[in-house]
């Protein structure tokens, strides 16, 4: 073995956090984003903070809760953005087949529900539901508190029940 430098840590650890949680986090840009290379792009930006700020990173056992709210804010940003206003938002399902591996109808139309929620209801259904964050996690990912993540939860569930009780897939 070779001399290191004293940057092979780090790469060693981002090609381990990129390995592990790749899929999860290029789903939550995804969910955010709705555009496959734009979920890629922020994916791959996601890692590379990741990266710069490894520092910051305190409790291994939450490096992914860490990546999660770097993707998150990251996917905010982008949709801040000015020319992002312009880009069809709405979500068909065969859209959800590019992400997605083998997915079976009744998750596409559940994932597709959850994507056309508001963003505030999709993002806390997303990180408590599909991630499976706690609610104080999820609260501290988007910045609000554990109460506003409940609320937005059971708003969030009763949008997707009126929703998904008119679909022929989901009632199957």
């Given at each position: ?119 505030k209801y ?43 009780e008119g ?6």
């Open positions: 073995m070779g001399i290191q430098g004293p940057d092979s840590e780090n790469r060693e650890r981002l090609t381990f956090l990129i390995r592990r949680y790749e899929k999860d986090i290029l789903r939550i840009c995804y969910l955010y984003l709705r555009d496959v290379e734009q979920a890629k792009d922020a994916t791959q930006e996601t890692f590379l903070k990741a990266y710069i700020h490894f520092d910051s990173l305190k409790d291994v056992s939450k490096e992914k809760y860490w990546l999660t709210k770097i993707a998150v804010n990251i996917c905010r940003d982008f949709l801040r953005s000015s020319w992002a206003v312009h880009i069809n938002r709405y979500t068909q399902p065969e859209d959800l087949r590019v992400v997605a591996e083998q997915p079976d109808e009744t998750k596409i139309v559940l994932t597709t529900a959850i994507m056309n929620l508001p963003q999709m993002e806390a259904v997303t990180l408590r539901y599909v991630q499976g964050y706690d609610i104080a996690e999820t609260a501290e990912i988007l910045g609000i508190t554990p109460s506003a993540v409940s609320r937005r939860c059971r708003k969030a569930c009763i949008i997707l029940k009126n929703e998904l679909s022929e897939d989901y009632n199957e």
